[in-house]
């Protein structure tokens, strides 16, 4: 079953802070984070591992909450290159298919 | 190193033909993944081969079909298409060989056009 993303679209100034969250109803075993551009390929972001775990780099983190089965993508100070449309993927057991979202379109404008 | 190649980038076919996708992972990958992706649905997962072993499965119908060589490179099959497969369809490649799905390296994709 497909993890449900939140918002589905946002548009933020540059500088500005945005959250975006995935939900399964599932166990996760891990949680992966995708950024695609318009007419480009998906390009990975991150993959969290099932522990509870946050991770970073730049100003992009995430957490990824075993319990709740969620996880969530941290932008802070938006730059004009964060915009895409953000797919999380999720995966419920080892080496097993990886479900993505439908994903959320974030626009970052001037 | 070179990326995850894929041909034809475009291609239009009419209903009821079949067509064959081709995949060239990154050297030294061993898992390829193959994936729909269409406005409304998203990314969709198809089937992940490793090691020339159809390794996962998603649900699309026996229509859709793959396969992985020796040298890793893999190629997809749609049988009788429909309107509705029409679509971008990525192909990504990743080491292979941990106990959870490596990084995917995407590539540029095939948009299939089904008229």
């Known amino acids: 079953q497909q993890p449900v993303q939140s918002p589905q679209a946002v548009i933020l100034r540059e500088g500005e802070d945005a959250v975006i969250n995935c939900s399964s109803s599932?166990?996760?075993?891990?949680v992966h984070w995708y950024r695609q551009k318009h007419g480009e390929a998906p390009v990975f972001l991150m993959i969290l591992l099932k522990g509870g775990e946050q991770k970073g780099h730049d100003k992009i983190s995430a957490s990824f909450n075993e319990k709740k089965q969620q996880s969530s993508l941290y932008l802070t100070a938006s730059q004009l290159s964060y915009s895409g449309t953000y797919f999380c993927g999720t995966e419920t057991g080892t080496a097993s298919k990886l479900t993505f979202g439908t994903g959320t379109r974030l626009q970052v404008t001037l | 190193k070179a990326g995850v190649t894929q041909t034809p980038r475009y291609l239009i076919k009419t209903r009821g033909q079949q067509v064959t996708l081709s995949c060239s992972p990154i050297s030294g990958h061993r898992s390829v993944s193959w994936y729909q992706q269409t406005p409304g649905q998203g990314l969709q997962f198809l089937f992940e081969?490793?090691?020339?072993?159809?390794?996962n499965k998603g649900n699309f119908p026996g229509r859709f079909s793959g396969r992985q060589f020796s040298n890793s490179r893999s190629e997809m099959n749609v049988s009788t298409l429909e309107l509705g497969d029409s679509a971008l369809y990525l192909c990504a490649s990743s080491p292979g060989g941990r106990e959870y799905t490596d990084t995917q390296y995407f590539g540029p994709g095939t948009r299939l056009t089904v008229l």
């Open positions: 081969y490793f090691s020339e072993t159809q390794r």
């Open positions: 599932k166990a996760l075993y891990s």
